[in-house]
């Protein structure tokens, strides 16, 4: 394991997961289910508050897994959400997984172990976007790991 990052007191693991099968409305919720089975608590930054409103409709919408307990600012009581949804830096449920639509937030990872930076693979600046974080997580000493979609599931490719 590399050492941690300079002002951080550990090394964060990142996965970098290039959507290019279904949309990330598709894709987040089996990720969460999985974050869920493994008893930890997840975080879900969005670039803007649309996008917290079409996600919180989206995870309520999911067939698979059944059912995702989450929450956001407009349904309160964070600190009982096993997932948040925010367009801030806040991480007011404690959570361990942080879940980044297209590199939102500041790259301020302290609370983090373990890091999803999902990505659309059908537009270009969000790519060229994530390979720019990439370069830069990798030179500030983090762990990555790149994930492409496959027909089901994901594949380890970097």
Known sequence: MKPAPEGQDHAVDVGFYHLTRTP??????????????????????CPDAAAVMALDAALWACRDPVWLP???????HAARQPIWLTEGEDVPNGARFLFRVDGA??????????????FDGGNPQSVQRARDRWVAMKSSGHNLVYWKQEERGWKKAG
Request: hydrophobic share 40%; aromatic share 6%; net charge negative.
């Open 24 to 45: 990330l409305e598709e894709a987040l919720p089996a990720l969460l289910g999985r974050t869920l089975d493994a008893g930890e608590r997840a975080l879900v930054r």
């Open 70 to 76: 989450h929450g956001s600012a407009k349904s309160g």
């Open 105 to 118: 937030g500041e790259d301020d990872f302290a609370p983090f172990t373990r890091i999803f930076d999902l």
